[in-house]
Structures are given as structure tokens and as C-alpha cells.
């Protein structure tokens, strides 16, 4: 039947499917007039519920196994627990299985962001006008006669991003926030890794937002959840559609520093003040794992948890060992449920090993008991040893090369590296710039190198980092031994020739290393590769997978041949003696 909500006049449909009340296209009416649509997935039985709300440019019509099929694909083949209890009608990307989380009392409400999906508008990613309006859904939400007035955001990457920038807002009904493998620095994170220009936000822009762009009408999906257009009902020309959403490629390129525009899309944890679940992924190099630890180590939360699992990027939201640590922790903010929640501990860790995880709770992060150990990198036979040396040399190799590998002596014992890795390293070049690709690496007996089932790519090495010379100047307040800050505000060229100081963050890692293999840290001019075969890739992505995933830096006009392709040196010597800062954690 038709139904008219409260304070919209707009009408919108509602039906009973799978023992849940479904309201379509409910609009949410914003400040300056644009009408937001959402969906509303709430139990039957009349009452005052607490919400589960995300906000995203995915298309909330979009059914998973259509708009991601081989993500889908793959997730409930690896993990069967997934579609089990559920008809699966409903699924929708990194957002909350409403079959699953409307019969444990809460309403489940999908807002498409503005300019995509059912809701029209300018589309303006992370922008300050999308955190404006996801504070107004929040208040909306809390109001509406099914509600309680207790909101909660959920969901898996953008969902998760923009849950940190409203909750630097501070909505009055936002209760809790579940950031599942969320990035919180679009900067850092996502845009520049080290002041390096990554080509994935382009990429992803293309295939998964602008492909559900709201006018795409017949052009775009039909949905499988009610048979309506995914981008529609309007149809607009692709001029139209061209003009209403913003350049992102070319914002990015034109913002090459970290200015106003992205500090503008960055959440200031120093307001965030709600309770946080915060669940990273030790293989989501070149986008989540980095915001997930910083969300949790710099908010202003009293109340606040981290997650760290494996895998693929998308899974363990959905599976049970997800949904219901979910579920604990928002039954305990929304409704108020004395479950043990509140006795947990702070830090819960699927440690990595070569064919397995390994669960431990810890009580903060970094752990406590670390032993900050450096291993020295050796000029003389490429070694990387506890003993440092002051005999002074180079090692040079082409910047655009893959440059060199310091490998340590086979590991007399088992050792576990779980947390935040340093580098520090001098370096000159025969231009006035360079790029740095850290990638630290886990090899057996027989030198076959340790990768993993990563967030995205399947053959993830153990960690990366990354860092153009020319940016690397410190931000000491906000740096630790352990975690260089680059304050990314202002170039200092090098002199050719000339050896500067350089402080490499590499981004928290987990893997138990056994006895006899070794470690080694590779300083490349370009990205890390697998050396086996490419992998085909997911079909939301447009490139194959080498070992990165789509976290990739070619971008020609970012990185010229003629500067970041010179000759890099690494100096040794006295006061110049390079090293790999690591996280080791005594046994017991």
C-alpha cells in the first residue's frame, strides 16, 4: 500500500516481505531541498526500535550477487554461514543483511547518497555536504514513529568512512558507530600514500560510483529486491549526469598536497566522543587497516573496541563471528542489554600464521609487551641483522626499478611481528625527488616468499609503506619511533646527490614467523609485485591483481620519468646507519 510519512509529502510504497515491514524510497527531506531516498527494513510488530543506519553511493537497490558478483561469489563459498538463515533477497554491498538484524528487534534504514542510487543531487564524495547530510538522516531517523531514538552506523568501507566524519559532528541520537575496515584519512589513506598519487579512487569512482549514478534510469540496473531502476526513475543524458558529479580523478590530481579540500573529508577524532567498534584488516594495505588503528588510538571514546581479522575485504562483516560481536556491541549502546560488553577487552586480534589465525585479546594497541627491535639494513651482502655497522657505502639502483632486498640470516627461532613498522633510511638521487615502495616480506627455506589472502589481492605481501622524498617532512607531534606523521603541507626538493633523512611509515602488520625462515624489507622505485601469476581480479575492479590489488601508483603526470625514474642511493655510514624498526612480541 501507498503511505505518506510524517514530514514528507512524498509517497512511498510499503509491503510485508520475510516477516519484515519494508518502506521504499521514504524520502528524507535535507536542509536545502533535496529528497534523500531510503529504504526502511523494520519488524512487523508496531513498536520503538533501535536503528542501524548507513549512508552510501552504492545503489541500495542493487542486489550483492548482481552489482558484485564474483565478491559474492567467492564470500559464500568461503563462507557458507553467510547465506545460511537468510533468503538473501535483501543483501546489498558492505551494508547489514536486514533478514539477520530486524528479528533481533532493530530497523534497518539505507540511505542512497546524494546523486546516486534513487536520490538525486550533485555527487560529492566524503564531502562536507554528504557529512551535513547523513547528521540530518541521523536526527531524521530518530524521529520517525518506529524508532527509539537510538541510532547506529554499520557497514564496510565508505560506510565507514563517513561514520568517523559524522561523528565528528556529534549528531544528538548517534549512539555507536561499527566502522568495519574503514580508511579516515582521505589523504593518507586513500588519495596519497606518502604524498604518492594512487590511481584506485579513479578507478573505484568509475566502476562503482558513476555506474549507479542517480539519472541512469533504464540505463542503468533493474533491481532484484522490487523490480524498479537502481538509478532512476529519472533519465538524465550523460551530459547531464557529467555535470552533476564532481571530477574526482582530477580533484585528486589537483590537490596534490594535504590542503583544505582533503583535510575538509578527514574525521577529527579529537571530537569523536560515541562508543566504537573498530575492525581492521591485516591485509587491506593501500586503504583500510591504517584508519581502523589510528580510529582507535586517537579518538576521544572512553568506550571503544578494535577488531583486526584477515581475509577477504568484505567477508567477516557478514559472517557470524562478525555479525554477532556486531550485534553484542550494539545491543549493548542501543539498547542498553548487560551482555559483557563493557568487561571485553579492548583489543581483540586474529594474529596471522601461515595457515591460520589465531585468536588473542589484548588490552590496548600497540601491545603492550612489544619489543621495539631495529634490524640494521647491511650495505655489504644485502643483509638485515640486530648489529648496526658504520663502515660508509651506497647502494644504488634505477628509480623506476625494483630496486633492492635486505634479507636476514634464517630465524634461529619462531618470532611473532604484530603491530605498527618503521623504516628509517638515507637516501639521495641524481634528480630532485624520489619515490620510496617499502614492502616488508616473509620468505621460507627455500626463498618462496610468504603472501596472503589480502583484503583484495590473494597474493598480499606481510606489509607496505610508501613515501616521496620530496614530502618527507615530520610532523613531530604528531609522529611516534613507531609511526612517522608527515605533515604533507609543503615540498622540500632534494639536491641531486645529496643524502637526506627519511622516516617511512609501514603500515600495522601481524604474521608468527617460524623458525628458519627469514625476514626481509625490499626499498623499490615502483610497486611491489608478486612473482607469479596475475590474478583475474574482482568484476567491481578494472585492473588484474600483481600483488597490490588496485592499490596502484603509475599515474604518469604524478610520477614523470624524467625525475622519479634517476638514480636513487641508500647511504651507510657513520651517523647515517639505516634500519627496519620492528614490532616483536615475546612469547607468553
Excluded at 136 to 163: L, P, R
Excluded at 166 to 194: F, N, Q
Excluded at 291 to 310: C, I, M, P, R, Y
Aim: glycine share 8%; charged share 25%.
Amino acid at each position: 500500500m501507498d503511505q505518506n510519512s510524517s514530514d514528507n509529502s512524498q509517497a512511498f510504497k510499503s509491503e510485508v516481505r520475510r516477516d519484515m515491514a519494508i518502506d521504499w524510497d521514504v524520502p528524507i527531506v535535507m536542509e536545502d531541498g533535496v529528497q534523500l531516498m531510503c529504504d526502511v527494513f523494520r519488524p512487523v510488530e508496531a513498536g520503538n526500535y533501535p536503528v542501524i543506519l548507513s549512508y552510501g553511493p552504492y545503489g541500495k537497490y542493487l542486489l550483492f550477487e548482481d552489482g558484485y558478483k564474483t565478491a559474492w561469489d567467492r564470500m559464500i563459498t568461503n563462507h557458507p554461514d553467510v547465506a545460511a538463515g537468510s533468503s538473501n533477497e535483501y543483501q546489498s554491498w558492505e551494508v547489514a543483511d536486514p533478514e539477520k538484524w530486524v528479528p533481533e528487534g532493530y530497523v534497518c534504514v539505507r540511505v542512497d547518497s546524494r546523486g546516486c542510487g534513487r536520490s538525486p543531487g550533485f555527487v560529492e564524495v566524503w564531502s562536507p555536504r554528504e557529512a551535513q547530510d547523513l547528521y540530518q538522516c541521523i536526527e531524521w531517523a530518530a524521529q520517525q514513529d518506529w524508532s527509539d531514538g537510538n541510532i547506529g552506523m554499520s557497514g564496510v568501507s565508505y560506510y565507514a568512512m563517513n561514520a568517523w566524519q559524522v561523528a565528528s559532528l556529534s549528531p544528538p541520537h548517534l549512539k555507536a558507530i561499527c566502522t568495519w575496515e574503514g580508511a579516515a584519512d582521505m589523504y593518507r589513506e586513500l588519495s596519497h600514500h606518502g604524498g604518492i598519487l594512487c590511481t584506485f579512487m579513479t578507478n573505484w569512482y568509475d566502476m562503482q560510483v558513476s555506474s549507479v549514478q542517480h539519472g541512469l534510469g533504464s540505463k542503468g540496473w533493474r533491481s532484484a529486491m522490487n523490480g524498479e531502476w537502481v538509478s532512476g526513475p529519472a533519465e538524465l543524458t550523460s551530459e547531464e549526469l557529467g555535470a552533476n558529479r564532481e571530477d574526482l580523478g582530477k580533484s585528486a590530481r589537483d590537490h596534490e598536497m594535504d590542503d583544505e579540500y582533503w583535510t575538509s573529508r578527514t574525521a577529527d577524532f579529537a571530537k569523536i566522543t560515541v562508543p566504537i567498534l573498530s575492525a581492521a584488516n591485516w591485509g587491506g594495505q593501500g586503504l583500510h587497516p591504517r584508519g581502523n588503528f589510528e580510529g582507535f588510538t586517537q579518538s576521544a571514546s572512553n568506550d571503544k573496541w578494535l577488531e583486526v581479522h584477515g581475509r577477504e575485504h568484505w567477508s567477516e562483516f557478514y559472517t557470524d563471528y562478525g555479525r554477532e560481536m556486531q550485534l553484542a556491541f550494539f545491543d549493548h549502546f542501543l539498547k542498553g542489554e548487560n551482555n559483557g560488553w563493557q568487561d571485553r577487552r579492548r583489543v581483540q586480534l586474529q594474529v596471522r600464521h601461515k595457515d591460520k589465525f589465531v585468536e588473542r585479546f589484548e588490552d590496548a594497541w600497540p601491545i603492550p609487551s612489544t619489543q621495539w627491535t631495529k634490524f640494521y639494513l647491511q650495505a655489504d651482502g644485502h643483509g638485515l641483522t640486530e648489529a648496526s655497522g658504520e663502515q660508509a657505502a651506497t647502494v644504488s639502483y634505477r628509480g623506476f626499478s625494483e630496486g633492492v632486498t635486505f634479507l636476514s640470516a634464517p630465524l634461529e627461532a619462531e618470532a611473532e611481528i604484530t603491530g605498527p613498522i618503521a623504516a628509517k633510511l638515507f637516501v639521495s638521487s641524481s634528480t630532485v625527488d624520489a619515490d620510496m615502495f617499502l614492502v616488508f616480506r616473509v620468505f621460507d627455506a627455500s626463498f618462496r616468499e610468504v603472501t596472503f589472502q589480502g583484503a583484495l589481492d590473494p597474493h598480499t605481501p606481510i606489509a607496505q609503506g610508501w613515501l616521496r622524498a620530496s614530502h618527507r617532512k615530520l610532523d613531530e607531534a604528531q609522529s611516534e619511533p613507531y609511526r612517522p606523521f608527515h605533515s604533507h603541507d609543503e615540498k622540500q626538493p632534494l639536491n641531486p646527490g645529496e643524502p637526506v633523512e627519511l622516516d617511512v611509515e609501514i603500515w600495522p602488520t601481524s604474521i608468527v614467523v617460524p623458525a628458519g625462515h627469514r625476514i626481509a624489507l625490499s626499498v623499490r622505485g615502483r610497486d611491489y609485485e608478486y612473482p607469479g601469476e596475475a590474478d583475474a581480479g574482482l568484476s567491481n575492479m578494472k585492473n588484474k591483481f600483481t600483488g597490490v590489488g588496485p592499490f596502484i601508483h603509475d599515474d604518469p603526470t604524478d610520477r614523470p620519468k624524467e625525475i622519479f625514474d634517476g638514480e636513487v642511493s641508500l647511504h651507510f655510514g657513520t651517523g647515517m646507519q639505516p634500519y627496519l624498526l620492528l614490532p616483536i612480541i615475546p612469547k607468553g
